[in-house]
Every structure is written in C-alpha cells, then in structure tokens.
C-alpha cells in the first residue's frame, strides 16, 4: 500500500475521501444558487474561476445536507460540487477496494485508513458521474 494525501469531508452521515488529483477546490460557505430546469439530483450552481459548478444535493441527495464548505471535484473536464462539512487534508492508505454505496446514493471505491482518525470511504467519481449523465 502507497501513503497518499487525501481531502477527507463529512457529507451527511458518512466520511469522504478524495484523492488531491480529483479535487479542484474547497470552497467555504459557497452561495448555491438555484439553477431553473435543473435535473432532479441538483441542488444548484454555484460561480468558481468562470465556471458554472453544479451542486449535488436535490432528489436522493437531499441528505447530504447544507454545506459549510464545497468540494469542487472534476472528472474528465466537468465540475461537480459536493456539499460537506469539515474538509481538511490527511496522509493515509487505500486499504479496501470493493465498491458499495451509501445512504445518500453515493458510490464508493474503498475505504481510506489514516493514522488517528476513522476511516472515510474513497468517492467513485466514475459512476458518480455516470449514475448522474454528467459526461
């Protein structure tokens, strides 16, 4: 197993990991906006460095609850917000690697084990972003 760095959040009931390559930002108390014709699992927009960012939130994800702060994560060129709270930054290990998914209907590849603190499950952002038609 190879230590890494990791963004390690509260969303809801449950604790996130991503790994620094696929976040692009961590934006406090962000404004999301209401976004009129949105798909269901949107909660809003919010602006980031001349971007339109979606926020996931809205229909299955409405547990994922108001955000303190904002993950901005980016697979293959489009942005996703993910509502959470208390983000901060960890070295620890992949150390599981088979997939489930939570209460909140997010995907997961595994669980991330770091030194003095509890595990937090690694995001699927691949089918994430196919679960949502984000391409």
């Known amino acids: 197993m190879v230590e890494q760095q990791w963004m390690i959040a509260r ?3 449950k604790r996130l990991a ?3 390559e696929e976040t692009w930002a961590v934006l406090d108390s962000p404004a999301v906006r209401p976004l009129p014709g949105a798909r269901p699992w949107c909660a809003g927009w919010v602006a980031f460095q001349d971007h339109v ?3 996931l939130g809205g229909g299955g994800y409405s547990r994922l ?9 980016e697979r293959q060129g489009a942005l996703l ?3 959470c709270q208390h983000a901060t930054l960890c070295k620890g290990f992949l150390s599981d690697n088979s997939g489930e998914e ?3 209907g997010l995907p997961f590849a595994g669980a991330v084990e ?3 603190t509890e595990a937090a499950w690694r995001m699927d952002l691949e089918r994430l972003y196919s ?3 984000i391409q």
């Open 11 to 13: 969303a809801g009931d």
């Open 18 to 20: 991503l790994s620094l």
């Open 53 to 55: 960012v979606p926020v």
């Open 65 to 73: 609850g108001r955000p303190e702060v904002l993950l901005v994560v």
């Open 81 to 83: 917000g993910i509502p």
């Open 102 to 104: 939570g209460e909140a």
């Open 114 to 116: 770091a030194p003095g």
């Open 131 to 133: 679960v949502l038609g």
